[in-house]
């Protein structure tokens, strides 16, 4: 079962920046770079909704058009690690950031972290 932990979160004013990692642990038969990455997130009363993908080797990204050209997604698969870069952020990027792992259909998540930009 892997393991992932979210970390990074907090409170912001719009236009400011933060950055989550991902660290992720527990691996048996396969390793870090056998999983494709996403980050989701959650708003209150809302469902929870993807915001950033990257795939395996780390080669490529695809984002939410609400976060495209401000978020950046990335990974380090030497240190089991997975990143989201967010700039210019928003009241409506508010919510709890979760990070995910899918192999051969099979998804993993973590607990989350509450990011909150509030003025």
């Known amino acids: 079962q892997v393991h992932l932990v979210e970390s990074g979160g907090g409170a912001v004013q719009p236009g400011g920046s933060l950055g989550l990692s991902c660290a992720a642990s527990g691996f048996t038969d396969f390793t870090f770079s056998s999983y494709a990455m996403n980050w989701y997130r959650q708003a209150p009363g809302r469902e929870r909704e993807f915001v950033a993908a990257?795939?395996?080797?780390?080669?490529?990204?695809l984002y939410a058009d609400s976060v495209k050209g401000r978020f950046t997604i990335s990974r380090d698969n030497a240190k089991n690690m997975m990143y989201l870069q967010m700039n210019s952020l928003k009241f409506e990027d508010t919510g709890v950031y979760y990070c995910?792992?899918?192999?051969?259909?099979?998804?993993?998540w973590g607990q989350g972290t509450q990011v909150t930009v509030s003025s």
């Open positions: 995910n792992a899918v192999h051969d259909g099979r998804g993993s």
């Open positions: 990257i795939t395996r080797a780390g080669d490529s990204t």
